[in-house]
């Protein structure tokens, strides 16, 4: 185990953005001789191969050749690359009183109260035009904390125990740096940082980012007997990290995929989030014969893997007395019956096959009736692809933080689970 957990510390410690994160998968791929194509092309492929794809450079699939047609189906594993956070705006300079801050937007559902008080660094993609009018982009990162979300002391607010709320506008603006805003200049400061790391980049100008803060606490493993794990997005990091390392490790399996998408977390309409075509243009390219698609298709399935919510001890009531996941043991199936998760019974009773033919235990969520269900890609996938598809996760706590927590424990099991999914042990 303790292999399998430095590895994911090293991933997580180095996928601080989707982009980010993108590019450690590929390393982690070609260390594994895994060869990156611009397209998938079964016809090319030699069989127990692996290639893999980037998209837009914050979404990836990796794909292992089979040695029998791809009409006896695909086993895929889906996970998405991004994580909530605050984004900075395009033209986000402000301030007063002697202090700039940068205005951020706050993408996807952010529990917005542990960000206060954080170390924040920097990172994400960045487009240059060079000296010779070319558009560039690279990656951007700190590499040290650079702002702050200062909290407003108890003295100012003394209902802040007990009836604080946030105005993401107002409350949620970083401070970089003490001066006058108006005689700042982001991009210029970003340009010449760029330059100091890369010589490449002396005389570019910045055209246009995608930027975010990000918590410069390294992950970790904590607990007395070292029970946990605690990182920024474990959401849905530690899932990417499952399914790519099974896939790595099953160099006897037949056809499999592994899929991650972007935008999971602010409803996966993009180019390349679940509801885009990024799949179903790589399974079009596997099977072009709209007949044998069909066919591959008809017999393939999905595990859709993203994080489920482990009991709070704090807060037990508010889960399902018979549908309460505990940390440490093992992965969840995720059930729905109003189709917020696309697991059906079919589905569930498969998995329980393969995982009682690895000695896996598993575990069931089913949200409370009278509280909302969150979503995930697995219906969205289902839904476009046809592809029967079955809902699981680690528990976790503390979903949707800056910083979140799951059990050391559960992590082998679920890349042993998914390991066996890609070899069809079930």
């Known amino acids: 185990m303790t292999t399998q957990i430095d590895e994911l510390m090293q991933f997580l410690s180095g996928s601080i953005t989707p982009f980010h994160a993108v590019e450690v998968m590929a390393k982690m791929l070609q260390a594994s001789e895994f060869e990156q194509l611009d397209q998938f092309d079964a016809v090319r492929m030699t069989p127990g191969k692996g290639y893999f794809v980037v998209h837009q450079g914050s979404s990836l699939m990796a794909v292992r050749a089979g040695q029998s047609g791809v009409e006896t189906g695909l086993r895929l594993v889906g996970a998405h690359t991004d994580s909530p956070n605050l984004s900075v705006k395009p033209n986000p300079v402000k301030g007063r009183d002697g202090c700039i801050q940068l205005g951020v937007d706050v993408y996807g559902g952010a529990l917005l109260n542990p960000w206060f008080d954080r170390d924040l660094g920097m990172a ?8 010779d009018n070319a558009l560039r982009t690279t990656l951007f990162d700190t590499g040290r904390a650079v702002a702050v979300i200062p909290s407003l002391a108890i003295h100012l607010d003394r209902e802040a125990n007990t009836q604080r709320s946030i105005n993401r506008q107002k409350d949620v ?3 970089v740096m003490l001066g006058e805003h108006q005689q700042y200049d982001l991009k ?3 340009a010449q940082e760029l330059a100091r790391v890369d010589s490449q980049w002396q005389g570019a100008r910045v055209m246009d980012y995608e930027l975010s803060l990000y918590d410069t606490q390294p992950p970790n493993q904590i607990g007395i007997d070292g029970d946990f794990i605690t990182s920024a997005r474990l959401d849905n990091l530690l899932s990417c990290f499952a399914g790519m390392r099974a896939l790595i490790d099953a160099d006897d399996a037949e056809w499999s995929l592994f899929v991650a998408t972007d935008h999971e977390e602010v409803g996966s309409a993009s180019t390349v989030g679940a509801q885009g075509p990024m799949l179903m243009d790589a399974l079009a390219a596997l099977a072009p014969d709209p007949k044998l698609n069909r066919m591959m298709r008809a017999q393939s399935w999905m595990l859709s893997v993203d994080n489920a919510h482990a009991t709070h ?11 309460s996941p505990r940390l440490g043991d093992g992965p969840v199936i995720k059930i729905n019956r109003n189709q917020r998760y696309a697991t059906t019974g079919e589905g569930a009773a498969r998995l329980r096959v393969l995982a009682e033919r690895t000695e896996i235990d598993l575990q069931t969520f089913v949200m409370r009736s009278d509280l909302a269900c969150g979503s995930t890609i697995g219906p969205i996938t289902a839904t476009e692809t046809g592809i029967p598809t079955t809902d699981i996760g680690i528990p976790t706590l503390a979903m949707h933080s800056i910083r979140e927590l799951a059990c050391a424990g559960d992590i082998p099991p679920l890349v042993a689970l998914l390991n066996a999914f890609y070899r069809r042990v079930a």
């Open 124 to 131: 994400g993609r960045v487009t240059m035009l060079t000296p």
């Open 173 to 175: 603006v970083p401070l």
């Open 188 to 190: 210029a400061w970003l």
């Open 313 to 323: 001890p704090n807060y037990a009531d508010r889960h399902d007395d018979q549908h």
